[in-house]
């Protein structure tokens, strides 16, 4: 958080982490709040640690979000596509 009360927010679209990833967020090591068209990750505990096998680009884009100073990821199906970020089909 930046200043009391804002948040910074990296929006993302969810074809940068696999199905497979998406369908098993909530197994992520920060806290997950699911919506229509995808996830908000909040990142006050994020870590680089084991928590994240198996979400490898889920990760990236955390690493991505903290080196921007954010403090959420928002991950939607119309997010904003990213060119740095590898692009998965599903």
């Known amino acids: 958080m930046?200043?009391?009360g804002v948040w910074n927010c990296l929006d993302v679209s969810t074809g940068h982490i696999t199905r497979t990833?998406?369908?098993?967020?909530e197994s992520c090591p920060v806290r997950?709040?699911?919506?229509?068209?995808?996830?908000?990750?909040f990142l006050e505990r994020a870590d680089d640690g084991e928590g994240w096998r198996g979400h490898p680009n889920v990760l990236r884009l955390?690493?991505?979000?903290l080196a921007r100073d954010c403090s959420l990821v928002n991950l939607?199906?119309?997010?904003?596509?990213?060119?740095?970020?590898?692009?998965?089909d599903w």
Do not use: C, N, W, Y
């Open 2 to 4: 930046t200043e009391a």
């Open 62 to 65: 955390v690493q991505k979000a």
């Open 76 to 88: 939607d199906g119309d997010g904003h596509e990213h060119d740095d970020l590898p692009r998965f």
């Open 21 to 25: 990833e998406m369908d098993s967020i």
């Open 32 to 41: 997950v709040s699911r919506h229509e068209h995808g996830a908000i990750l």
